[in-house]
């Protein structure tokens, strides 16, 4: 049994009808006396994933002679949220679009669902559901014909939608042209989740919403997750992945730098010392990742606290400061080459 709720499009109450998958009926408004009819479309029907649903070997793409991404080589496992982090420039996109077929591999492959992406896109697509980072819509449709039209495209059923639409609040009968970017990117999640699919692959999807839609977006991820979804994370955030990910991959200048459980990443021991001196910091002989920026020395210290107190006891200290390794820390050391 399936509850759906009918919306009245003469007064817009609200009413719960229960059916089963298939099932068509006629329902009439209790309050108006409006009738209509409330299809209740069969499931699309889901296949049981194990292993690896993602899988990239030595994936290389080039603009010419500028480098987008060069020889990655990682997986996604069935069911899990894969955090995939770097800054702006990184290759992100740029493997999100080749995993998709939007762009041809210079050199290496990939497969999704263990399907080759040169030679199969068009059936992997029917499984995938997509967020683009830059999100561009039919500004001239209402949503619902916008969503009508990708429906089309993949001749699926748009089982979670009236769920979806529920969750995020868009109003299906307003054309696109008058919606804020965090409407239009509301909408774009619920296109990509609307018809079930087994994987979701998402280049920064919180882009455009107030921190209280992050925050039941990521609620809703989690859900999904145990539905045994899928869900590739694309962002630059290191907190949006201590959230909501299983698993991270750091890259960096095109190039794959770290990939490990977040809860390891995490675990890495150590804390951020700055301290500022009243002699010149360039005279201080601190470890080989010491920076100094606007007078500040800063450098990672771990079991060697003690020592270095007391090398700078030897100085006249104006301000000091100890914080705990972040995953921000982590993720610099990461980008700058540190670690």
């Known amino acids: 049994m399936v509850t759906k709720t009918f919306v009245c499009p003469q007064c817009k109450a609200k009413i719960p009808v229960h059916g089963q998958p298939g099932e068509k009926l006629l329902v009439e408004c209790a309050n108006c006396g409006q009738k209509g009819t409330l299809v209740f479309h069969t499931t699309n029907k889901r296949v049981a994933r194990v292993g690896n649903t993602i899988e990239v070997n030595n994936l290389t793409k080039y603009y010419g002679k500028i480098r987008g991404i060069e020889d990655l080589t990682f997986s996604v496992k069935a069911g899990e949220i894969f955090g995939f982090l770097g800054p702006n420039g990184a290759g992100k996109t740029t493997t999100i679009r080749t995993l998709l077929g939007y762009l041809s591999p210079t050199k290496g492959n990939a497969s999704i669902f263990g399907q080759n992406i040169k030679n199969n896109i068009v059936e992997i697509k029917r499984n995938v559901g997509y967020i683009p980072g830059d999100l561009s819509l039919y500004g001239h449709m209402t949503a619902r014909q916008f969503l009508k039209y990708f429906m089309s495209l993949r001749d699926t059923q748009p089982v979670l939608l009236d769920e979806l639409v529920s969750l995020f609040e868009v109003p299906l009968d307003r054309k696109i042209k008058g919606y804020s970017k965090g409407m239009k990117q509301k909408l774009g999640i619920i296109q990509a989740f609307m018809d079930d699919p087994d994987i979701v692959i998402m280049d920064e999807p919180t882009a455009g919403l107030d921190p209280l839609l992050q925050q039941k977006f990521y609620e809703f991820l989690k859900q999904q997750k145990k539905k045994g979804r899928t869900l590739f994370f694309s962002s630059h955030v290191l907190s949006e992945v201590d959230k909501v990910c299983d698993r991270v991959g750091i890259i960096r200048d095109g190039k794959l730098v770290a990939l490990e459980d977040v809860e390891t990443l995490k675990s890495k021991k150590g804390k951020v010392l700055r301290v500022k001196l009243k002699e010149d910091p360039e005279i201080f002989e601190g470890p080989k990742d010491m ?22 006891s030897q100085y006249t200290i104006l301000d000091l400061e100890i914080n705990e390794f972040s995953l921000d820390d982590i993720f610099m050391h990461y980008y700058e080459g540190d670690l």
């Open 291 to 312: 920076k100094i920026k606007e007078g500040w020395i800063q450098f990672v210290v771990s079991d060697d606290i003690d020592y270095w107190i007391k090398q700078l």
